[in-house]
């Protein structure tokens, strides 16, 4: 869409009152999918910068709230389940913020947990990387420049939320962190028999 068509369709009473119609039937239904598109729309819509975050804070409620809900019964997310998959992305998105505002612990804790939930083992392996350079309180942007291989990025409808590609140099990086790496997964096995 050009710009003008996004202008148009945000000066549309009607296709606004149907975007908040829908937001406000997606956030009752706790419909995580629903949410993101409700969010992916105000986006490109260049909507309140309020607005936005008030979409936000509810997919990160539910996004929580479900992981809580995998944790207790011991199950995993399946990423071929559209529920679960943008319940991952949710997650995901959360931990590379925290990442970005140099909440290490916090990220690399975020990243553990999307390591051991997501029943996929390109995710999972995909998210070894993140948590050892949080691990190793490597700032995002030294992380994105040196390892993550941004002119082959993952667009696949499953994987392109996630940062899953790299450049060659992560195998040494991993190799000279795998200490870091061991002592983060060993917090989560004693975190799982807590």
Do not use: C, W
Not at 138 to 163: A, C, H, Q, R
């Amino acid at each position: 869409m050009q710009q003008n068509e996004f202008e148009d369709l945000k000066n549309n009473p009607q296709f606004m009152l149907d975007l908040t119609n829908r937001e406000e039937a997606a956030v009752k239904a706790k419909d995580i999918v629903g949410m993101y598109e409700i969010l992916d729309t105000a986006v490109m819509l260049d909507l309140s910068a309020e607005r936005l975050n008030r979409i936000y804070t509810e997919i990160l409620q539910t996004v929580f709230d479900r992981l809580a809900d995998k944790l207790t019964k011991e199950e995993f997310f399946d990423i071929n389940n559209k529920d679960d998959l943008y319940t991952m992305r949710g997650i995901y998105e959360h931990g590379i913020e925290r990442y970005s505002d140099n909440d290490f612990k916090g990220a690399k804790e975020i990243f553990l947990i999307l390591h051991h939930t997501a029943n996929d083992e390109v995710l999972s392996k995909a998210m070894m990387p993140h948590i050892a350079a949080a691990a190793s309180q490597m700032k995002f942007d030294d992380f994105i420049d040196e390892f993550v291989d941004v002119d082959n990025p993952n667009n696949s409808e499953t994987y392109g939320f996630f940062l899953t590609n790299f450049k060659p140099s992560i195998e040494g990086f991993m190799k000279e962190k795998a200490e870091v790496l061991n002592n983060a997964l060993k917090e989560l096995e004693t975190l799982k028999k807590g």
